[in-house]
């Protein structure tokens, strides 16, 4: 059933995002929601050459395939320069010319680039966006209004294990603490936004840390090994139904909404369009489609550029 779940969460209401979000594209009613208003072919963007680049994981992949395809659609020739790496790596591209536009998130880019610690960040999505944006505008980049969806950090744990502890927040985990083991990546337990922050904000004590790979967090729920992981709040596994992730209700947790991050004077030169595609593919990005889109590659195996063109079809994008 996870396969045709998109065409349903594809219509989830937006307006919680509405201060980030961008107008274009919105859809007439049918009977199964709102569908995207499609692409149009514009004959003056023949011609008009533009890079699009990626980070070097899943869901990059997949949005660099949807914005690429998006704009083929629109009349651009584009060139995919996909698996570039880290941020770094995809950051040190863009401002060398090697890429056009690539997508990044939000809260990456201030910590990453701009030198704002995590314990600094706004926590409302809208005013990280704000300030990434206008660091960008210092270097000649223009970042893109932001996806509705937040790929942030989060805890987790499997639904039978939430339910057997009575929990739903992480503030609930507090009377439990000296029963939960919690796995993370290394890094986690030096991080404000992981083990540290868990602490600290939270208070919490746990009976035990445990470090796995990234690859192995799941796993480790589903063995019993550990009753809390992190997670990321649009991984593939989440798709699946099993898993719980908990409500951080102290807002430890800051946002990170993907952005397309482009040269400021290609975007001038390419013309309007490229703004509106952009606004039109990103309405449906919510947060349950992005876990739908992830697990079609990670657990389905399938590959990023088809699922990106079943998301633009899907959503009535494209044809």
Same mark, same amino acid.
């Given at each position: 059933m996870r396969r045709y779940l998109l065409a349903v969460l594809v219509f989830v209401s937006l =307006?919680?995002?509405?201060?980030?979000?961008?107008?274009?594209?919105?859809?007439?009613?049918?009977?199964?929601? =709102?569908?995207?208003?499609p692409i149009q072919m514009n004959s003056a963007n023949e011609g008009k050459k533009v890079t699009i680049g990626s980070k070097n994981f899943t869901e990059e992949f997949i949005l660099g395939n949807i914005y690429s395809q998006a704009l083929e659609a629109a009349g651009y020739t584009v060139k995919e320069e996909f698996n570039l790496g880290s941020e770094q790596i995809a950051n040190r591209a863009l401002k060398r010319g090697q890429v056009d536009a690539y997508p990044e998130y939000t809260a =990456?880019?201030?910590?990453?680039?701009?030198?704002?610690?995590?314990?600094?960040?706004?926590k409302?999505?809208?005013a990280v966006y704000e300030q990434a944006k206008a660091e960008y505008a210092?270097?000649?980049? @223009?970042?893109?209004?932001?996806?509705?969806?937040?790929d942030a950090q989060a805890v987790g744990m499997t639904k039978t294990e939430a339910k057997r502890l009575g929990v739903k927040t992480i503030s609930d985990l507090k009377p439990k603490e000296n029963q939960i083991v919690f796995a993370g990546t290394p890094e986690c337990k030096q991080r404000v936004d992981c083990l540290l922050?868990?602490? $600290?904000?939270?208070?919490?004590?746990?009976?035990?840390?445990? @470090?796995?790979?990234?690859?192995q967090r799941y796993k480790a729920a589903d063995d019993g090994q550990?009753?809390?992981?992190?997670?990321?709040?649009?991984?593939? $596994?989440?798709?699946?139904?099993?898993? $719980?992730?908990?409500?951080?209700?102290?807002?430890?947790?800051p946002p990170y909404n993907a952005t397309l991050v482009i040269d400021s004077k290609k975007l001038k030169s390419l013309g309007p369009d490229v703004r509106k595609v952009v606004g039109q593919v990103q309405k449906g990005t919510t947060e349950a489609?992005?876990?739908e889109l992830n697990s079609r590659v990670d657990i389905d195996k399938q590959e990023p550029k088809d699922v990106a063109t079943q998301?633009?079809?899907? @959503?009535?994008?494209?044809?």
């Open positions: =307006t919680a995002f509405a201060a980030c979000g961008d107008d274009e594209g919105a859809g007439e009613k049918s009977a199964s929601g =709102t569908k995207l208003s =990456t880019a201030l910590t990453s680039f701009f030198d704002v610690k995590i314990a600094d960040l706004p409302s999505a809208s210092k270097e000649g980049l @223009t970042a893109l209004p932001p996806t509705p969806f937040s922050g868990l602490e $600290q904000d939270y208070g919490l004590k746990f009976k035990k840390f445990i @470090t796995v790979d990234i690859a550990a009753q809390l992981i992190v997670v990321f709040t649009t991984d593939g $596994q989440l798709a699946t139904g099993k898993y $719980q992730v908990l409500v951080d209700d102290k807002h430890l947790f489609v992005m876990r998301y633009l079809r899907e @959503t009535g994008l494209v044809r």
